[in-house]
């Protein structure tokens, strides 16, 4: 019952995070670019492997808290966006000069957890 009204949740979330991307780099004049295409491409590959890596071994935790406590659900998705686009918005500032590309990814970490922060209220909001 509730996948018939989350995926298409969920596709409008993407639609709208990716129209917002493109307004906010018009906005501030961003071409975008790829951290990979500079020199920091193996910083960039090793980063996100072990950040990877963790969150990956970190599941079974997950799974054993998620049972008892839906918040940590929550809160863990939160600290891996955190991490993920925090990483990449260091990476942005640093490789690529003269750009403002990590600002973008910046108010897109911060609208994203305000989402997942809400999503208990968006879930009610669509209950029939």
Known sequence: MILLWALPFIFVLF?????????????????????????????????RGIILILFLCTIPFYAFYAMEDTTFIKWYWILYLIVLLGFQSILEWKYLKNSKQYVTTLIGLIISIFILYNTEYFISLFKI
Request: aromatic content about 6%; overall charge positive.
């Open 15 to 47: 639609i709208l995070g990716f129209l917002l991307e493109k307004g906010i780099n018009k906005l501030l004049g961003v071409e975008k670019k790829k951290v990979s295409e500079t020199s920091g491409k193996k910083v960039d590959r090793w980063g």
